[in-house]
Nanobody, 118 residues
Framework: QVQLVESGGGLVQAGGSLRLACAASGSIYSANVMGWYRQAPGKQRERVAIITSGGSRNVADSVKDRFTISRDNAPNTVYLQMNSLKPEDTAVYYC????????????WGQGTQVTVSS
């Protein structure tokens, strides 16, 4: 089992910044992917950014000029630095983890609310 604990959400004005963090604990595989998804009201969950334990990144086009994903591997913690926030970034942000090479072992955090006011 893997536990994911998120922190850093909140309310911010448009143009502001927030930093999300997610710490993973439990049965962590050294080769893994961690990242962030988000879900706005009435919309499907979408991928924001992911990063492998080797440092390869994939960031959604909608945020790539404003958001930066990074991680520490010891302990396994992933960060999402969000700058120039827009009202359309308002959503619940979920931390994600899965080991590389193993299927059916996706884990999700409980979600943290990010609200951007105009």
């Amino acid at each position: 089992q893997v536990q994911l604990v998120e922190s850093g959400g909140g309310l911010v004005q448009a143009g502001g910044s927030l930093r999300l963090a997610c710490a993973a604990s439990g049965s962590i595989y050294s080769a893994n992917v961690m990242g962030w998804y988000r879900q706005a009201p009435g919309k499907q969950r979408e991928r924001v950014a992911i990063i492998t334990s080797g440092g390869s990144r994939n960031v959604a086009d909608s945020v790539k000029d404003r958001f930066t994903i990074s991680r520490d591997n010891a302990p396994n913690t992933v960060y999402l630095q969000m700058n120039s926030l827009k009202p359309e970034d308002t959503a619940v942000y979920y931390c994600y983890y899965r080991p590389i090479g193993l299927s059916g072992m996706d884990y999700w955090g409980q979600g943290t609310q990010v609200t951007v006011s105009s």
